[in-house]
């Protein structure tokens, strides 16, 4: 197998095995084989979500436990310059698994989705020395610097749904995703970790790249 390579050289970083090779059965029952995954996947995120059942804003299935932890963190950087290791690890740990779920849904992957093994799928995230690498009052506006990207990603996302329907008729009728499709999945991918690692996780202060690569 090769892997996708990236040109800039960012705190959070994706690559994903391209398969030269993948199953046209469970790449037709895709959806319903995902389903299980994607319930313990739900069950985890939406925590958040369920202790603000009067904010109909939070009902999204990870809104909760995503703005949760990016006010907290934020929390911390201003008034404490501090990342606790801890919190850290776990939205890393967090944001490796839904990569493997998301992998897997968009057919990127034949392997069904690990909680914890990195199964071809990588997902890298630098920790920060909040002290020395952020600035303090960056978190408290990073979601506004961050608004274009937010809308050329919608873009892409929605660009990425006939592109998904195009490689799941290459795949059951060659058993190969096109490349051209796999590298702009996965640039999709990795576009969105990086403003996510900007604007949420706060891992870094450095402005994402408008880039696939």
């Known amino acids: 197998m090769t892997v996708t390579g990236q040109a800039v050289d960012y705190p959070a970083r994706v690559s994903v095995d391209y398969p030269h090779k993948l199953d046209r059965l469970t790449t037709l029952l895709r959806i319903p084989c995902a389903i299980p995954i994607l319930i313990i996947l739900a069950l985890i995120t939406a925590s958040g979500a369920a202790t603000s059942g009067q904010d109909s804003a939070n009902s999204e299935t990870h809104g909760g436990l995503a703005a949760g932890l990016a006010v907290a963190t934020a929390l911390m950087i201003v008034f404490r310059r501090k990342y606790p290791r801890w919190w850290f690890d776990f939205v890393r740990e967090l944001a490796r698994f839904g990569g493997r779920v998301f992998a897997y849904l968009s057919l990127l992957t034949d392997r069904y989705p690990s909680t914890d093994d990195e199964q071809g799928v990588h997902v890298e995230i630098d920790y920060p020395n909040a002290g020395v690498d952020l600035n303090r009052w960056l978190p408290l506006v990073k979601w506004v610097l961050a ?41 999709v991918f990795r576009w969105s970790l990086r403003v996510t690692a900007y604007a949420f996780l706060l891992v870094t202060d450095r402005y994402p790249p408008f880039s696939l690569r």
């Open 147 to 187: 608004i274009p990207h937010v809308f050329l990603l919608a873009l892409l996302w929605i660009l990425t749904i006939p592109v998904l329907i195009g490689a799941w008729v290459a795949i059951l009728l060659t058993g190969t995703y096109p490349r051209a499709l796999f590298d702009f999945v996965v640039g």
